[in-house]
């Protein structure tokens, strides 16, 4: 259903407030470079920091505004099951091709109640949805044979995996049995992770740089595995500049030095540090991304 390289989205901030004209200006720019999908209101979108208003304001925006170009995968994820199922039903009725979740965070639920918490949003919303298992930031990892229960309910169409484990991919592969598609959730392990059945990534870094992780799942995709190779190894340095810091920060301080929004993100989160920054710059200039700024 969905594939390539998906493109995890920054929400634009300006004085507090979404800035809906860079975010226009930014769905454009990853449309443009022939990204497969797009997410906005994800972890990368400071979704947690989103009123329940702004949230639906910004996948009814993303909709709208790409119109059909390429499918829009809404995030609406929450550690409420009740929420979860909310934002789904919001998303579904704005036009959303699908919803990205997330496991419950905070609550530490067991397997048992991470499987109940998504068939209780998908039984609720018949749209296609993907399971998010990234535990760095929920403490809970969804083990194979939970996602191979979850691959048997029929609006369950795919997995984002930010494991980077790839023996437990291997495994959950093996449990689902073809039933659902895998993305990866790590741009630093796409050329691993397709290698072994991907379908392609949820990117971070393809904000910046969408051609270049393009170049990346298109290989793959195609089974060149020496150009897949080339791609990923040049992506490295610029894939370990984006999480130097907790994501969203370094890809928020990239998009602002590449003079496409403001620097703004909200609190928690905390601004890049100068030091980071002059790195940064230097690692995007060498990308040859011609970042306008030194510091954002």
């Known amino acids: 259903m969905f594939h390539g390289t998906i493109t995890a989205l920054v929400t634009p901030f300006r004085n507090g407030r979404i800035d809906e004209d860079a975010f226009r200006a ?3 720019r990853q449309i443009e470079a022939g990204v497969q999908a797009v997410v906005p209101a994800g972890t990368t979108g400071e979704a947690a920091t989103l009123s329940h208003g702004e949230h639906k304001k910004l996948i009814e925006i993303a ?3 790409v119109a059909g170009r390429v499918p829009v995968i809404a995030g609406t994820g929450s550690n409420n099951t009740a929420e979860s199922i909310e934002l789904t039903q919001s998303a579904k009725s704005l036009g959303a091709d699908a919803a990205l979740l997330i496991s419950p ?11 109940q918490h998504y068939k209780a949003v998908a039984d609720a919303v018949h749209l296609p949805q993907i399971v998010y298992n990234v535990p760095g930031r929920t403490n809970s990892n969804i083990l194979p044979e939970t996602v191979g229960r979850l691959s048997e309910i029929s609006n369950i169409v795919g997995i984002k995996d930010a494991t980077a484990n790839m023996e ?53 995709a195609a089974g060149d595995w020496d150009e897949a190779r080339r791609a990923q190894m040049e992506l490295r340095e610029l ?38 920054c002059d790195q940064l ?15 954002p």
């Open 239 to 276: 894939n370990r500049m984006m999480f130097v810091q907790s994501n969203p920060i370094p890809v928020k301080a990239a998009c602002a030095m590449l003079g496409w929004m403001q620097r703004d993100i909200r609190l928690p989160l905390t601004l890049l540090p100068d030091e980071s």
């Open 63 to 65: 909709v709208r505004h």
């Open 168 to 220: 437990q991919l291997n495994a959950t592969i093996d449990a689902c049995a073809g039933r659902i598609d895998f993305f990866s959730g790590d741009d630093a392990t796409v050329l691993p992770f397709m290698a072994l059945g991907g379908a392609g990534v949820i990117s971070v870094v393809a904000n910046v740089a969408p051609q270049a992780m393009l170049r990346l799942t298109n290989a793959a």
């Open 105 to 115: 965070y905070y609550n530490k639920p067991t397997q048992e109640g991470i499987y």
């Open 281 to 295: 710059h230097a690692t995007l200039s060498e990308f040859g991304l011609k970042p306008e700024r030194t510091r």
């Open 26 to 28: 930014h769905l454009d």
